[in-house]
């Protein structure tokens, strides 16, 4: 009977090393990976993208395109960006389609952004082509 009981109180008790161990190996890792996104140091091919999302609202989107030497497109016309934010100014809850070529400095795009946040537009979408994997 005493032997039986003395076993009981092996199995209660647990050994907390591996957990340690384990934790403390999780931190290493992390600490080491969010070094590299602060440093920069993953390479990023953009406008890319694997996935695609696909709406299936049937409303055309306004599509605002942006070429390599930063000129503007609001549905395939050629316009300025104050022109583009008088249209945008005009418009009732709207769908955004930010097309930029891949080479277009990212000032532009942001430009465009801000152009659609000053008017409370908070919902659009950036076009990139798809990679064949």
Do not use: W
């Not at 395939?76 to 945008?88: K, P």
């Amino acid at each position: 009977m005493a032997s039986k009981l003395s076993d009981e109180n092996e199995i209660a008790d647990i050994n907390m090393t591996p957990f340690v161990d384990i934790v403390l190996v999780i931190l290493v890792i992390f600490m080491v990976t969010a070094t590299f996104v602060t440093q920069g140091k993953i390479p990023l091919n953009l406008p890319q993208a694997s996935q695609q999302d696909f709406s299936k609202d049937d409303t055309k989107p306004i599509v605002i395109s942006l070429n390599a030497e930063g000129i503007f497109y609001y549905n395939d016309e050629a316009m300025s960006l104050e022109a583009i934010e008088n249209n945008l100014e005009h418009l009732e809850n709207p769908k955004i389609m930010i097309r930029s070529d891949a080479k277009t400095p990212f000032e532009f795009v942001v430009k465009v952004i801000d152009a659609c946040k000053k008017h409370n537009i908070n919902a659009f979408a950036i076009q990139t082509t798809r990679v064949e994997s």
